[in-house]
């Protein structure tokens, strides 16, 4: 059986912090060791900057996240109700030639276990992230 969490977020850089914070103490009461804390921590802050940077529309001032908890993983959904983008022209950063913004999403991938963006043009963006207990990725 999946347990689940979800809390809805202002979209400001300060409130940050509190997601960090949940994050960490649902997947340490999970089990998950210090280093793969900081993984998701980081991971976290970095969807949910990009929800804060690209998800903020004139009649929701909010962005939810959805914590999954399994026995063996922990999947977390960033929405945001933004203009949403077309994922496929989402590129790979240039890290031979780097630009302020942009690594985001190569940041999440690299820290966690699987990852899917989900957006429609339009109707937002979700960025699914899910870290397995005991995994070395």
Do not use: W
């Not at 649902?26 to 793969?36: I, L, P, Q, T, W």
């Not at 970095?46 to 929701?60: D, M």
């Not at 939810?64 to 590129?91: A, M, W």
């Amino acid at each position: 059986m999946t347990d689940s969490l979800s809390i809805s977020v202002p979209s400001k850089p300060e409130y940050v912090s509190v997601v960090r914070l949940t994050a960490s103490a649902v997947a340490s009461r999970m089990g998950f060791n210090v280093e793969e804390l900081e993984d998701i921590k980081v991971a976290v802050a970095e969807a949910c900057t990009n929800a804060i940077t690209h998800g903020v529309c004139e009649n929701k001032t909010n962005f939810d996240v959805k914590f999954f908890i399994d026995k063996d993983k922990i999947t977390i959904h960033v929405v945001d109700y933004g203009n949403g983008f077309r994922c496929n022209k989402l590129e790979e950063p240039d890290l031979s030639n780097p630009k302020e913004g942009g690594l985001g999403i190569f940041i999440i991938r690299s820290l966690m276990d699987e990852v899917e963006v989900i957006s429609n043009v339009g109707e937002g963006t979700t960025i699914q992230m899910t870290k397995y207990l005991g995994e070395d990725n």
